[in-house]
């Protein structure tokens, strides 16, 4: 999975708690993303980053927020998780420094996360 | 506003057939368009990509074609196998101010059986 890691894999959580979800790359990529992936939906871009405390809001902000202070690291925060964020939360990099013509976002393995 | 639509939500075709998967969309600022296939438990992993200066790019038994003039671009997959069976996003991307962000697809679920 192109050296990105995701963490907690699983996670079951009450209505109103906080959560934090953590992505780990070794690729040194510049650009990382969040995204929530729903039955019906497809994938739906959260929040996404540029680089090292540069962030910015996707289609589907609401309710989270980012902080990326290292290169290998993004996290996601819901600072009071409701029933509707209930998903699968995927991580993904990319680098546009080199010229390709493919411009790959890498994804990856997932963070299913519950809210009761 | 979905900026690109998919059709259809699930696909069945027999092994050794053809799958088609169109999409559609309106943005004319797009000018990356990758498809991304997904297997149950897995993240999504590109698949074959293509700019708008060309029709056609095939890789293998994979083909996008592409039409600038109505905004449609579809996945081809020849001789389907059963190892195809898998869910399939196409997506767009638009250059923003320093960003590159993907615009999906909701899904394609193929079902290839043998």
């Known amino acids: 999975d192109a050296g990105i890691t995701q963490s907690p894999r699983h996670k079951v959580t009450e209505t109103g708690t906080p959560v934090t979800l953590r992505c780990h790359q070794t690729e040194n990529h510049r650009y990382m993303y969040w995204y929530r992936q729903d039955p019906g939906h497809g994938l739906r871009l959260i929040h996404y980053?540029?680089?090292?405390?540069?962030?910015d809001k996707g289609e589907v902000s609401d309710g989270y927020s980012v902080s990326r202070s290292k290169t290998e690291d993004f996290l996601l925060t819901l600072e009071s998780a409701t029933s509707s964020q209930t998903s699968v939360y995927f991580c993904a990099i990319s680098d546009r420094f080199q010229v390709s013509v493919s411009y790959e976002q890498y994804f990856g393995p997932g963070t299913r996360l519950t809210v009761t | 506003q979905q900026q690109v639509k998919q059709s259809p939500q699930s696909l069945i075709v027999q092994k050794g057939g053809i799958s088609i998967i169109n999409c559609a969309y309106e943005?004319?600022?797009?000018?990356?368009f990758p498809w991304y296939q997904q297997f149950p438990g897995k993240g999504p992993a590109l698949l074959i990509a293509?700019?708008?200066?060309?029709s056609e790019k095939k890789e293998g038994r994979f083909t996008i074609s592409f039409n600038k003039s109505a905004k449609q671009f579809s996945l081809h997959i020849m001789d389907s196998q059963p190892g195809d069976s898998a869910t399939y996003f196409c997506a767009a991307e638009s250059p923003g101010a320093g960003s590159y962000q993907l615009t999906f697809g909701k899904g394609t679920k193929l079902s290839v059986i043998p």
């Open positions: 943005n004319t600022a797009f000018d990356y």
């Open positions: 980053s540029y680089g090292v405390k540069d962030t």
């Open positions: 293509i700019r708008p200066d060309v």
